[in-house]
């Protein structure tokens, strides 16, 4: 009996720190802003721009699906894994480190009835490629941000260099050392239960060698980097619809900056440690980075602030809806090549 509070202890306990976390977090941050002028803000958002929000970051969803779909070998309908997307979505939202891609090869496995290597494999690819496809975009960001000096620059190509070459390397990379991690598990003396882990590896090291063999991983990249921009496009327009009361126009945001706040953001918010649903650490790392950039803390603070809000609350409902969609009763994944 003593050791089932503990149990229970164990498995709330990261959840009581993620709140505590968010609490603690959000709290500094409000203490140093008013709050008037943060729901004036709220009040006050700019249609036309938030419009704009809505449209990119649908556009980003559908590209990000069609991009499973592409890697999956057009064998699930489109249909089905923008629902997924959404899903995914909300769970990477909700979880720490990322745990919440964890969702999409469930879905995968369990309404699209492909074998769960595959979702794993394209999971793992389309991760690879996004880190490709972000290289230029950072690149560009620092370069403009960074004022053109030699210094600059070559941080700026040395970074967006190692990030592409990192994972290039990581896609061909992946098939030879996941299949020699089967083959050390399959090994002499080997239990059955390893011969079966090395038979589930082996398969995942054929399904990542099949998205490069088939001819698939230039036109997942096209894809890759019509995600990003549309990732921190509509971003972009969502920080204009929440500053334009405050007087910022389209030429004084500056994309680049929004860019570069977002990428710290999203870094903190994939830690193993973290608020709930992110809340808190994206907020800080948004504010910081913003600050440093030149932005007055304060509204620094109140766009982190709105912008997470108002983008979780939406993937939230999105996410919501499909998840319910998905998990209706007879809703299975007959997929057949080609559907869409």
């Not at 001819?215 to 204009?240: D, E, N, Q, T």
Request: with cysteine; proline share 5%.
């Amino acid at each position: 009996m003593t050791g089932f509070p503990a149990r229970r202890l164990r498995r709330w306990l990261p959840w009581v720190v993620s709140l505590a976390i968010s609490a603690g977090l959000l709290i500094y941050l409000l203490s140093a802003i008013d709050l008037r002028q943060l729901a004036a803000t709220a009040a006050g958002i700019a249609p036309r721009p938030l419009l704009t929000f809505v449209v990119i970051f649908l556009v980003g969803v559908i590209a990000r699906a069609s991009r499973f779909w592409v890697l999956l070998g057009r064998t699930v309908p489109l249909s089905l894994l923008v629902g997924i997307t959404l899903v995914r979505n909300l769970f990477v939202d909700l979880l720490p480190a990322r745990l919440g891609e964890l969702s999409y090869v469930y879905l995968v496995t369990t309404r699209a009835r492909r074998p769960a290597e595959e979702g794993v494999a394209t999971l793992g690819v389309a991760f690879l490629l996004d880190l490709v496809a972000l290289s230029p975009l950072l690149l560009v960001a620092l370069l403009v941000v960074g004022g053109g000096g030699a210094a600059s620059t070559s941080v700026a190509i040395g970074v967006s260099v190692g990030i592409a070459a990192g994972g290039y390397a990581a896609i061909v990379m992946a098939p030879p050392t996941v299949r020699r991690v089967a083959s050390r598990l399959a090994g002499p003396g080997a239990s059955e239960r390893r011969r079966g882990a090395a038979s589930r590896i082996a398969a995942l090291a054929d399904s990542l060698e099949r998205a490069r063999r088939d001819g698939v991983l230039l036109p997942a990249l096209a894809l890759s980097i019509v995600v990003r921009v549309c990732k921190y496009g509509s971003s972009y327009f969502l920080v204009l619809a929440i500053l334009t009361p405050l007087g910022y126009t389209a030429g004084e945001l500056g994309a680049a900056r929004v860019f570069l706040g977002n990428v710290a953001a999203e870094v903190a918010a994939s830690l193993p440690i973290h608020g709930l649903g992110g809340f808190g650490t994206y907020e800080a790392a948004w504010s910081i980075a913003l600050e440093e950039l030149g932005y007055p803390r304060e509204h620094a603070i109140i766009s982190g602030v709105l912008a997470h809000t108002i983008s979780q609350l939406f993937e939230y409902v999105l996410g919501g809806l499909a998840l319910v969609w998905i998990m209706r009763p007879g809703r299975g994944g007959r997929a057949g090549a080609g559907a869409v």
